[in-house]
């Protein structure tokens, strides 16, 4: 499968909600989603690395799958509210460049 860019996951997401009367969900209730797959995220994380082993009778989901849900939503979320999450992303990293630039301790060249 060929790598897409932000931008082009935000094109693809939007061409699928688009085709649905009921559109994107509004600023609260995708805040509530979004919430809700953060907390399947985080029962998955729970029943692999943490002391909370999953139920037999609970369907097998993976880390992996339930981060995509999550990014859906973010997706949507952003979406929803016309912002550009490549823009956003180099916001951040720019932040973290400067402001931040100094916190954490950084590997020694060379070494790992």
């Known amino acids: 499968m060929p790598e897409k860019t932000m ?10 909600i688009s ?11 995708m805040l509530a989603r979004m919430t809700e797959e953060l907390g399947e995220l985080a029962r998955e994380i729970n029943h692999y690395y943490g002391e909370k082993p999953k139920k037999k ?6 880390i992996e799958e339930e981060m995509g849900d999550l990014l859906f939503v973010l997706i ?3 979406n929803s509210l016309n912002i550009d999450l490549q823009q956003a ?8 460049n400067t402001r931040d ?4 301790t950084r590997k020694e060249e060379g070494k790992e």
């Not at 559109?23 to 609260?28: A, M, Q, R």
């Not at 009778?57 to 993976?62: A, G």
């Open 19 to 29: 085709q649905f009367k009921e559109g994107y969900f509004s600023p609260l209730a």
């Open 57 to 62: 009778s609970e369907k097998e989901k993976t």
């Open 101 to 104: 630039k100094h916190r954490w």
């Open 7 to 16: 931008r082009q996951l935000q094109e693809e997401v939007d061409a699928y």
């Open 76 to 78: 949507c979320f952003a």
């Open 89 to 96: 992303h180099d916001l951040v990293m720019e932040k973290f």
